[in-house]
């Protein structure tokens, strides 16, 4: 079978493991994120984070450092912006991920022979080394533990803070807490669909989930095998079509989206969609 075929490929099986790592991270994060309203948060840090890559290609560090560095400043960035209350919460965060993704343009034309712009915003999963597979592992599975053992907690949050905040939960840790998630899963999602596409796997299978079921309980192996199942049909299709791995996946997402969005539209269904 061609499937199992292509498993017989090291860089196969490097891109399939950091895939699966990967959209089970963003998959599960995906339910909170698409709920709480932080799309735009997601897609602030993701290409917020430009210039820190490119900043860790020049002095000869890895490009998680910078990365997971510029994606910590943004989060403390918007976050100062919004509590001054001068400008609203989408305008705080479109100027400091626009200014930042210009730098990293910047950056990226001082050195144009030195950086492959393309693997940074499409991401490069077929060309995934052992080092970067394993820096995914490491930093994923256990970001997807603490989603999983905090789930009830950060779901109170997300559906009713007062109430959580009333039962002594800790809002602003709580919320702290998935922020940090949030920009580890998008440092993580680099190497597979880049800056660009990293917002895809952050808020599609989540959308999807939300549009077949309203709980989140249901919605926590839904977004997660939604998201798996786009990863494992885009690799295998960048594969054979010989196209940007990233791409693929980021595609495949939208599609599934609108054949859910399609169905769930049908009235006779989308009367009994939602269990």
């Not at 493991?17 to 932080?38: D, F």
């Not at 998680?64 to 919004?82: C, E, M, N, P, Y």
């Not at 559906?159 to 939960?169: C, K, V, Y």
């Not at 599934?256 to 969005?261: A, G, L, S, V």
């Amino acid at each position: 079978m061609p499937e199992i075929e292509i498993l017989k490929y090291a860089f196969m099986q490097r891109a399939l493991i950091t895939g699966l790592a990967t959209a089970l991270v963003c998959g599960l994060l995906s339910c909170w994120i698409t709920h709480m309203g932080w799309s735009l948060m997601g897609d602030a840090i993701s290409h917020s984070i430009l210039p820190g890559v490119v900043i860790s290609h020049l002095v000869g560090l890895p490009y998680l450092i910078g990365a997971l560095v510029f994606a910590l400043i943004t989060v403390i960035l918007v976050g100062q912006v919004k509590k001054s209350q001068i400008v609203k919460p989408d305008t705080a965060i479109g100027i400091v991920f626009t200014t930042f993704f210009a730098l990293g343009t910047v950056l990226i034309s001082k050195v144009p022979s030195q950086i492959n712009l393309s693997h940074i915003l499409f991401g490069n999963l077929l060309g995934v080394t052992v080092p970067d597979m394993l820096q995914v592992l490491l930093i994923g599975l256990p970001i997807a533990l603490v989603l999983v053992l905090k789930n009830r907690d950060l779901t109170l949050l997300a559906f009713d803070p007062t109430h959580a905040q009333a039962i002594g939960l800790s809002v602003r840790w709580l919320t702290s807490l998935l922020l940090i998630a949030l920009a580890l899963a998008i440092v993580i999602s680099l190497q597979a669909v880049g800056v660009i596409l990293s917002v895809s796997l952050l808020i599609v299978p989540g959308a999807c989930a939300r549009l077949l079921t309203n709980r989140m309980r249901h919605m926590l192996w839904i977004s997660p095998l939604i998201a798996i199942m786009s990863v494992l049909v885009g690799i295998t299709g960048s594969y054979y079509f010989d196209a940007s791995s990233g791409g693929m996946i980021g595609l495949t997402l939208g599609v599934i989206f609108c054949i859910i969005f399609v169905i769930r539209s049908l009235p006779s269904v989308g009367s009994v969609a939602r269990v």
